[in-house]
Structures are given as C-alpha cells and as structure tokens.
C-alpha cells in the first residue's frame, strides 16, 4: 500500500510543493512546528533511514541544506534544526525547521490547525527564496 507521502508526491492528496526533482520532494507540513517546517521526501517508498541507499541519503542532505538555506532567508531565525523522526509515517522524511531554540523542534508544539492562507503564504516565500538563490528544481 502506498504511503501518505507517495499519495502526495502522485497528486492523490494535495501537497504545498517547494521542490521536485527526479530523486526527492519538499513540501510543507500540514501541521508545522514553526512557519516554513518543511519535509524533504524521497520519491521511493523506504521506511527507514538507515535503509537509504547512500548516494540518495546525500542527495536528500544536500536538498534539505538547500531548502534550510531557503528557510533561513524567508523566515529570519537563529538556526535551521534537521531532524530525521520517521516515527509518524513510514516513509523517510528530513524535517527541516527555522528554530529559536530545542524547544521548536518538539512535536508536542505542533500546529494541527495551521491556516491554509497560512500555509500557502509560507509556501510561496519558500518558493520566491529557492528561485533567488538560482535552483531551478522549484515546484511550481
């Protein structure tokens, strides 16, 4: 059975995309720790990140250091966290979060009511920080 991720990287759900390319997605979080929470995903269904092949593990570490770079232009703040969870869906995904502090990476913070206006508006300044910094692998 396909996973809820591949469901949205196949358009069967609705996803906010800031990025495709052959190998990954990012998009944002339905239910973000902070403005800009994205999820770096591969398009091939492995459930654990130990299980990567390494030349795909590097190239989600390089995408995920894309869009953090992104992040940190579009929402000003101290750090951008990377966490690797994968408890929630089994489907490997690279959370990448602006943070303040530890505490903006724990889940019990999450925003299970975040705005689809907001969502769509942290999308589309995640999308516009992508583009100034030159990558064409933006998700329109």
């Known amino acids: 059975m396909a996973t809820l991720f591949t469901r ?3 358009g069967e759900l609705p996803g906010r995309f800031v990025w495709k390319d ?3 997605v990012a998009f944002l979080t339905i239910a973000p720790l902070r403005p800009g929470h994205t999820l770096v995903v591969p398009r091939a269904e492995v459930d654990h990140w130990l299980d990567l092949d390494p030349a795909l593990a590097a190239h989600l570490m390089t995408v995920a250091q894309s869009v953090g770079r992104a992040v940190k232009d579009a929402f000003p703040c101290r750090k951008v966290g990377l966490m690797i969870a994968g408890i929630e869906v089994p489907h490997v995904h690279l959370h990448v979060t602006p943070i303040e502090s530890l505490v903006d990476m724990d889940f019990a913070n999450q925003d299970k009511h975040a705005k689809a206006a907001d969502l769509d508006a942290a999308a589309a300044k995640l999308r516009a920080a992508l583009r100034a ?7 329109e």
């Open 8 to 10: 949205i990287i196949s």
């Open 22 to 24: 052959d190998h990954c």
């Open 133 to 139: 910094r030159g990558h064409a692998e933006v998700a």
